[in-house]
């Protein structure tokens, strides 16, 4: 699910913010869940979260080779989709243990534990097979969220898309030391024609600051 999908007067429709609300009430003991129910929404809520965007296009972070791969492929009009991976800098697993023993009722302590910790970047599928899966490095010192992807040979960038064409508009590399900085982006968002689609929402142009 993403936000191009269900448009904001769309019933499921749900914002980052009412995500962390949704989060903390499965979390807060008073939801009546059961272990298999929370853990369901749990793998569910991380997806969702970092395709918040869209899974590939108009996802925010890129590695080098995931990008010429992806302007090759659309040139020779093959499928781009099959050799990528969208892929959490932490794995879920780690997240899910992170959410799980730094639960807080408070919605910025949630909120800044998301968005440090829980980001999806697109890499291929060689890259993504060099990462380690399932956790941390030996001796991972929790506030290093990047540490999977050091000594590794992959360049990341930040992208920036024009949605309804699947179009890469700019991208620019990206220092580790720019990771956990609030960086500006724009995404424009071309809803169908009246024509192509029941659906008669208007041209967005949708403007945010926001950590990955």
């Not at 913010?17 to 009430?25: G, K, Q």
């Not at 599928?125 to 380690?132: Q, S, V």
Request: charged share 30%; hydrophobic share 30%.
């Amino acid at each position: 699910m993403n936000i191009y999908k269900y448009r904001d007067e769309h019933p499921l429709h749900r914002t980052r913010d009412e995500m962390i609300e949704d989060l903390i009430h499965i979390y807060d003991g008073k939801s009546g869940l059961s272990e298999g129910s929370k853990n369901n929404l749990i793998e569910s809520f991380l997806y969702e979260w970092t395709e918040y965007y869209g899974k590939f296009v108009g996802c925010k972070l890129w590695s080098k080779n995931a990008l010429l791969h992806w302007e090759k492929i659309r040139k020779q009009k093959g499928n781009p989709y099959s050799q990528l991976r969208h892929e959490h800098i932490v794995p879920r697993k780690v997240i899910k243990n992170l959410i799980s023993s730094n639960f807080s009722p408070d919605f910025n302590k949630m909120n800044e534990l998301l968005n440090k910790y829980l980001i999806g970047v697109i890499v291929t599928t060689i890259e993504d097979k060099a990462l380690l899966k399932d956790s941390m490095p030996h001796n991972w010192e929790i506030n290093d969220e990047w540490a999977r992807y050091k000594h590794k040979p992959i360049d990341l960038y930040y992208v920036k898309w024009e949605i309804n064409n699947k179009k890469i508009l700019t991208y620019s590399p990206t220092p580790f030391e720019m990771d956990n900085k609030k960086i500006s982006y724009q995404v424009i968002y071309q809803s169908p024609t009246p024509q192509s689609s029941s659906k008669r929402y208007n041209r967005i142009e949708y403007n945010d600051k926001w950590n990955l």
